[in-house]
């Protein structure tokens, strides 16, 4: 992936804060604004893949969003903090990198993971944590093709957009309480594993792969200006016929 | 009442497991007291008794297989204090050997009321819980002393587990009708999360996402809600010995199809 020349990194990277700090205003769907945001990391960064994970009250961590729902990624992304340099990343808050997943010293450190990111297609990794005065929340994954390190001005800048997406949804809302934190965080957890429900009730009536499935969910929810959340638990309880949104029709 | 056929699978700890799991599965009203009287059966024990418990000193009977667990709950509710208070809140089982013994110096006045008030002698108490989430207690009682054996605690485990599931099923459609007991006034069951409508998903622990794509896929194909579709899940995994995540996994890789009729 080549970088963009300066001034259009930059205006890349303006416009993006600018969506952000936009759907945070209209307290737009956290799951379908995470969405988005892992889309956006890829354009600007030089990787190929992200990922945002929230961790729940047990401290097992959950993909919320990625830039893309296929299965192998998202396993390799829970994964990575788990049993990978995302790990390190979660345990100090600081940004972590593992910028040649097959060195030496990195496969030994964690071979399961280098190998299954290896036959992912993914050659580089980098985290920051996503962060709360008190506690690190959740992590913003980035992974790369090629080897290499990223600029720092990119992990900067994407340890800038971590943290304004997490105090944007956590903190403002819940003033430095812990417990109102992790109900904060449990409600975004259950809007995602809503979607995971509706992706499965659409992948069985429909037929598709449940990748498919978010597509045709996702654009459903943007074409009906419905919030994605909200259009899942509609298909959950039947309210929405899931014929309707696989076959791509207003409703 | 049961049958000779749905005692006979008890006798080994994993025609237990199964007998629960179809409890489990068909879910109801009825799921806690069926689970009652198949450990009054399948363990060493006198009487057995669930309880919901939304605090220490805020629960709601369920079912009570005699006149003396009822009274040993009520006993222990009564003075807020006990070994299902003590489960509840510690999160762990509770299990006494003789309430008649020894002073329990953490429940002084219970101990004293059991002992005097009730045949009981054996108490064994399980909390019903999956992680931060602590929804009541399964309770036995037994008219000797005496510790439960290892293969009795194994079965209370397991009976404990689909206990817990039984009610979280319930719990959610407020109502309990086994006692007649209505449940879910409590404000924090109502929360309307939008992406959440049955708040199942607050009460319970986060699973995997294939759990979750796996649970829609028996919605569409079986027609069945979100909790009925979980449970039916989990039995399947606890009869095929396997993990609920394996299920869902090849659940969602249509390799696996689940039976309408059976677990």
Known sequence: ?251 | MWTYAEIEPVDDLRGFQRTLAEVVAEGGSEAPRRICELCVVALPVTGAAITVMTGPDHQSPVWASDAVSARIDELQFRLAEGPCVEAFVSGRPVLIADIAAVDFPEWPVFAAAAARETPARGMFVWPLRAGDTHVGVLDFYRDRPGPLDADAVARAEQAADAAFWSLLGLRRRHTLDAVGTPVGDDPANEEDDGADPHGWLAGAPLERREVYQATGMLIAALGLGPDAALARLRAHAFVHDSTVDEVAREIVARRLRLDPERP
């Open chain 1, 1 to 251: 992936m080549s970088e963009a020349s300066r001034p259009d990194r930059a205006a890349a990277l303006v416009e993006t804060f600018a969506r952000l700090a936009g759907a945070l205003t209209v307290d737009r769907d956290p799951v379908d604004m995470l969405d988005g945001l892992a889309c956006d990391c890829v354009s600007l960064f030089a990787v190929d893949a992200a990922g945002l994970l929230f961790g729940d009250r047990r401290g097992t961590f959950h993909v919320v969003a990625s830039s893309d729902e296929r299965p192998g990624l998202v396993d390799l992304l829970e994964m990575q903090v788990e049993h990978g340099p995302g790990a390190d990343c979660l345990r100090t808050g600081a940004p972590t990198s593992a910028p040649d997943l097959e060195d030496h010293e990195t496969g030994r450190r964690w071979p399961v993971f280098a190998a299954r990111a290896v036959a992912e297609g993914f050659r580089a990794t980098h985290t920051v944590p996503m962060r709360l005065p008190t506690r690190t929340v959740g992590a913003l994954n980035l992974l790369g093709a090629e080897a290499g390190h990223l600029p720092a001005d990119d992990l900067r800048a994407a340890q800038a957009l971590a943290d304004t997406a997490t105090v944007g949804l956590l903190g403002e809302r819940t003033a430095g309480s812990g417990a109102a934190v992790l109900d904060r965080l449990r409600t975004i957890l259950a809007g995602r594993m809503a979607v995971e429900q509706a992706k499965g009730i659409l992948a069985e009536r429909g037929d598709l792969d449940v990748a498919d499935a978010f597509v045709r969910l996702r654009d459903h929810a943007r074409r009906t200006g419905r919030r994605l959340t909200d259009l899942a638990g509609l298909v959950v309880d039947g309210t929405v016929d899931a014929a309707t949104v696989v076959g791509g029709d207003q409703a």
